[in-house]
């Protein structure tokens, strides 16, 4: 009989769990809450607090709202939107990661300072990412999006840079492009770097290679929007080409499960524990 392990590292990083713990507090108060986007990029947590009473909204029903609470999660928002909540006396629950939080301030901060006008501030993210929509923001729009080396190639070399990254980035990757930066950058000019990208997920890549590598089958579980998940399953997939990713219990292949010794299930930053467990739970039964 297979053995069946879930990795302990997995599941909501402290962002997330902070979020969820607000949106759980306020619709225990009675009233109604919304969440201006997916509170987490899985789509099983935000139907179990769509059944608690949670009201997911986008940017154009937000502005349409007023007198009422809206949560605004992890991911961070642009300052729009908090003149938006003033304007029409909307009560904000903030609940934006602290890691993430701190990188808009340093990012409007180098924005507003004066001292080199030409200078490009860049930031390695996901384009149209909601984090990077709010980093984006802090700078009127003018931050320069670069999602791969290839794209970092583009950059204007002539012109002083200031390289930021989404938080839940490729460590490796960002190396490289600040490598690639200082070998490009015209001498006379300067080029500094911010190596913005929150520990909590980036040990999670040693972390979940290890545990993939000693497993004979993976499922890893994620929803298919979240960028920090599709990160760690290619890194899964580097130590383990068996490695297979599900969101929910449906997307079980049982053939994959015949004969196999060890398995293993873990997921993003995004994928909550319970989920894993009722994943583990499935394949059990499978087996047995």
């Known amino acids: 009989m297979a053995n069946v392990e879930i990795d302990k590292s997995s599941g909501f990083c402290f962002g997330v769990v902070t979020a969820i713990h607000k949106a759980e507090e306020e619709l225990a108060k009675g009233g109604t809450l919304y969440c201006l986007g997916d509170i987490v990029h899985n789509s099983r947590e935000v139907e179990r607090l769509k059944a608690m009473g949670l009201i997911t909204i986008n940017h154009e029903e937000f502005s349409r709202l007023h007198h009422a609470k809206v949560l605004l999660r992890a991911h961070g928002e642009p300052p729009e939107t908090y003149e938006t909540a003033r304007k029409n006396q909307i009560e904000i629950i903030d609940a934006t990661c602290p890691v993430v939080l701190q990188l808009q301030k340093r990012i409007k901060q180098e924005y507003n300072r004066t001292d080199d006008p030409e200078k490009q501030i860049v930031i390695y993210g996901k384009s149209g990412h909601a984090e990077v929509l709010g980093l984006v923001g802090q700078t009127a729009g003018k931050a320069i999006v670069i999602e791969s080396l290839e794209e970092a190639k583009q950059l204007d070399f002539n012109k002083s840079i200031r390289l930021y990254s989404q938080t839940t980035k490729s460590l490796h990757e960002f190396r490289e492009i ?62 383990n080409p068996n490695s297979h990713l599900i969101d929910n219990v449906e997307e079980i292949d049982p053939t994959l499960i015949a004969g196999t010794r060890s398995i293993g299930v873990c997921g993003a930053t995004s994928t909550p524990k319970w989920l894993m467990e009722e994943i583990m739970q499935a394949i059990e039964t499978k087996i047995g």
């Open 178 to 239: 600040v490598e690639y930066i200082q070998a490009h950058i015209a001498p006379h000019l300067t080029f500094q770097y911010y190596d913005t990208i929150c520990r909590q997920v980036a040990n999670r890549i040693p972390n979940i290679r290890e545990f993939a590598a000693s497993h004979d089958l993976i499922f890893f579980v994620s929803g298919k929007k979240s960028s920090n998940g599709k990160m760690l399953f290619s890194e899964c997939l580097k130590v």
